[in-house]
């Protein structure tokens, strides 16, 4: 809001006007104090002199009373002028503030955004790491009824080995559980994977082959969970081959060192047939 500004009327009119109010005092003088004589026309002076200063005196009195009002609206004035400025001022400011919390509130809200953005895409990169981790962590298994911690890919490339013994594809099978033996040379399947090795061997008719391969097992893993069944196997291999005399070497020797065992039974069975 604007402050119209009303200033007195100037000191300068004011002064005329009075000067003005004197001269036509002074010119309303009677026309006869011409023809006064001197002693009158003396005191007729001397009247006027004083009638004169008090005027002045008047006068000057009104001008500094109204000199001093002058001031005091100005300074007024000034004062609101000042007040509406700082008024105005602090509105500005205040705006200026309102526009700035806006903008910082706009810029939290986006990085508010991106922060749950960002939490979002480390929570999916952590699982998928996760995931992909999990893929080259060792896991536990059992073998032959002993438990083990084998890497995946280790586990992996047994069990497709065994599956492919399992859908009777012994020529694949006998190559896979190969590879696997010389991958991993050290694994805890590979009792197991020289085992259904010869066991693909024999399946093909591989005879020879199937016996070097269990006779390898035996000679590396005597103590092995695998041991009589390789020498069961050892012996059917003998005697489908032909030679009954070292099957019935072979099925005797099981029934002695591991009698009471499921390959002991059958050992047994089979001498009844040699």
Partial sequence: MMLLRTRPAPLKATA???LLGTSLQLAALPAHAAIFGDDEARQAVLNLRTKVDGLQRDFSRQLNELSRKQNDIEQRLGRLEVSQKAGLSRQND????????????????????????????????????????????????????????VEQTEKREFDEALGLFRKSSFKAADQAFAAFAKAHPESPYLPTALYWQGGAQYAQGSYKTAISTLQDLIKRFPDGPRTADALLLIGNAQSDAGNDRAARQTFTRITREFAGSGAANAAKERLKGL
């Fill in 16 to 18: 005329l006007a009075l």
């Fill in 94 to 149: 205040i705006d200026s503030l309102r526009q700035e919390v806006a903008q910082l509130r706009g810029q939290l809200e986006d990085a508010l955004n991106q922060l749950q953005e960002a939490q979002k895409n480390q929570q999916t990169a952590s699982a998928d790491i996760d995931s992909r981790l999990k893929r080259f962590e060792p896991v536990e298994v059992t073998v032959d009824g002993r438990k083990f911690t």
